[in-house]
């Protein structure tokens, strides 16, 4: 591949896999840091069987989640809901939120965000409660 055509089109296959601050394992597939854009990210995660991410908020990112496959709950501030394949999610910056996966599949959905995801940007529950 080209490296023009690299900083324009990315493929899922190439994309390295690691650990979120939340706990969610991902692929991040498009951000600044390997392609043309500037300010967002698009990553693919997973959570297996019976386990969940985190709670947390983001300080500056607005996030959306795209459910690809399985079932799970979710919470988004105070409120709490079931999520299935086709639901999106709208998470605000500064706003508490957690997914579980309730499925016997693993829960797969895409993470948008605005501006891209970085672990300084997460910020932990537990930690504000220090």
């Not at 899922?12 to 390997?34: G, H, L, Q, V």
């Not at 500037?38 to 995660?45: D, G």
Request: charged share 30%; proline share 2%; aromatic share 6%.
């Amino acid at each position: 591949m080209k490296s023009k055509e690299k900083r324009i089109r990315q493929s899922i296959s190439r994309a390295k896999m690691f650990i979120t601050k939340d706990r969610s394992i991902i692929r991040e597939i498009i951000s600044p840091r390997n392609s043309r854009i500037e300010r967002m990210s698009l990553a693919k995660a997973r959570l297996n069987v019976g386990c969940a991410t985190e709670e947390h908020y983001h300080a500056t990112s607005e996030e959306i989640y795209y459910i690809l496959e399985g079932k799970g709950k979710m919470r988004v501030g105070k409120t709490t809901f079931m999520v299935e394949k086709g639901d999106g999610i709208v998470l605000k910056p500064g706003v508490y939120h957690k997914i579980w996966n309730l499925g016997d599949r693993e829960l797969v959905f895409l993470c948008i965000c605005s501006p891209m995801y970085t672990h300084e940007d997460t910020v932990m529950k537990e930690e504000r409660l220090v």
